[in-house]
């Protein structure tokens, strides 16, 4: 009995402690309309320093930074969160330094299949796309489909008649042509052990900057909404038709107004299986994790755990960012209200 | 100080309590070896009593009758939960009465294109296939995609061709054919207010059991493993190449060893948005929620509120079975180690 009226007693103490934490994050979040920001990702994988040359690493560091001034520049004007991601990706779907859009990875077909997705966080509302090979950019595609369909995903040829009705800009598969990632598919072509008609076997996949990566956006606009994006070229040398977590709603992108928008890059596979961005939102919902907690249990603890290598970019809704990333590098960075775009390629430490 | 340590004090007596009562739950789930089961759907929509026939209403029950008695047979037979889920599956799949395989329903295009997903809950390991066009079984390629390649989905013409390498059973577009849904897709076309070449706009999306639904199967064997899947031919009238819930992992259908097995049906756009089979696991993962709880939270609370329809037959780890559902009716049923099966249409208090 003493020991029972301790427990209850103790129980309603930790609840009344957890009571007035969650109503001081109430009270922030509503007083926070002038806070704003945008986070962004160009990918994950093996990037080490002494693979960079100068110049290479200058130019990743310049587009990165025009990136987040472009989103910036909507925000601050009292734009949209859905129009400051569209824009930024778009910035880095036209740049051959990433795999998406121009630049994007070949598949073992010698054939180029882009994925894109788009979610808005006031709503719940999404847009998807998957296998097009004509669309300049997936992601505008991936918005027309949220806002013009009845539909949340669209893939392949239907996906891309979708474009023509809607006069997206289309280019020929050898607009997203570089030499650079033709080598990668010809050299993974040559390496591949066991090559058979089927495919590389599961454990002969191994994540490199060269053959993965994405690009992925988070914003939180002045009127404080959520949004997030991720758009790729895929995986090189993968099966003509393989689908990876970009497109897929709650595995490479989630927002939601209550907690955090996400964009994740890395092995899809294991995004897709552990629904990384969704599990991300979820943590904060049901536990009320802050976005660095949430979001360090799913990359360094959940994904690491299942084997995955990858990492993920997020913003709160009070403006929060996190970047966490088991790999060696990712290109990433943020923007906040003052406007300084802070860009950062390699570990932390390093 | 008087206060900290108090507070601390009630922390510490809160975890170990926390941590006798989950050490109480391990003991539970491991002498539950003789605890089995399954439970499945054949879609769910305005299925009144009504508009049936008696001869059509027995139809439905004996056939979603034979689909648990097969799984029950490989269940009871030391079987897997993953080879019950998919032996399942193909009795439904093969039956004209549901939506998917034989009897899958019509794009907008007069063709047809058939998704499928399953999902281990004891490795996480999951397949899934969208727009394939000549597969006679897509929950067997779905699994074979877990098996036998690197990769969680793929779709269309890669999918198609992998069925191939694999030699799994294909059929010509003519064998999906039954007049109803042929009559469904005209009179669909009729019916349409506003006719675009876009397809309907999104506030013309109305769910009825003759243009939607789905099959589904979750399944916990004596091991203790769960196991989910689901199948489907679609949409009526959809533009060709939108992909619904049904493929995608966490939306339509996810299982985990740890939580639940769930699939779903319904209004697949909404069930994408909200991430409902991984939204059950979440809810009971991270708030101890009941099964019963988490589903009737996701399907009577959150879709609902969203504006979708639908629902969700799920097992947990302990046997116990939810088939929340807020449409007229849904096809559903279960079956536990007694052998019975129990096959439901309408409400249950009807």
């Known amino acids: ?31 926070t309309n002038s806070v704003f920001g945008m986070v962004i990702h160009g990918g994950a994988g093996t990037i080490l320093k002494k693979n960079m040359t100068p110049e290479l690493e200058q130019a990743y560091q310049v587009k990165l930074k025009e990136a987040l001034q472009t989103g910036y520049a909507i925000l601050e004007n009292n734009g949209s969160s859905m129009d400051a991601v569209e824009a930024t990706l778009k910035i880095l779907e036209n740049s051959p330094l990433f795999n998406a859009g121009k630049g ?81 598919l010809q050299k993974r072509k040559n390496a591949a052990v066991k090559k058979t008609t089927m495919g590389p076997k599961k454990e ?46 709650g595995a490479g992108t989630y927002a939601n107004n209550q907690t955090c928008a996400v964009s994740g890059t890395g092995h899809g596979e294991y995004f897709m299986r552990l629904l990384v961005a969704y599990d991300i939102h979820a943590l904060m919902a049901y536990q009320g994790k802050s976005l660095k907690e949430a979001a360090n249990t799913v990359i360094m603890k959940k994904l690491e755990e299942l084997g995955g290598t990858g990492g993920i970019i997020a913003i709160d809704k009070d403006g929060n960012i996190a970047m966490p990333f088991n790999t060696a590098g990712m290109y990433r960075g943020y923007i906040r209200e003052n406007g300084e775009a802070i860009v950062k390629i390699y570990q932390d430490k390093d």
């Open 204 to 249: 002969n996949i191994k994540l490199t900057d060269k053959e993965e990566g994405t690009v992925g956006a988070a914003a939180l606009d002045k009127e404080g909404n959520l949004a997030a994006g991720t758009s790729t070229g895929g995986m090189t040398n993968k099966m003509f038709g393989r689908v990876g977590d970009s497109p897929i709603i």
């Open 1 to 31: 009995m003493a020991l029972n009226s301790k427990f209850f007693g103790s129980i309603i103490l930790t609840l009344l402690c957890l009571t007035l934490l969650s109503h001081g994050n109430q009270a922030h979040a509503q007083k």
């Open 104 to 184: 994007a990875v070949f598949t073992g077909d010698g054939t180029h299949e882009l994925d894109a997705s788009i979610m808005d966080g006031k709503t719940l509302q999404a847009g998807a796309v998957a296998g097009v090979k004509h669309v300049k950019n997936p992601i505008a595609l991936a918005r027309l489909v949220l806002e013009k369909s009845p539909h949340v995903m669209m893939v392949g040829d239907g996906a891309e008649e979708f474009a023509v009705q809607h006069h997206l800009e289309r280019v020929s598969q050898y607009y997203f042509y570089t030499e650079k990632r033709w080598k990668s």
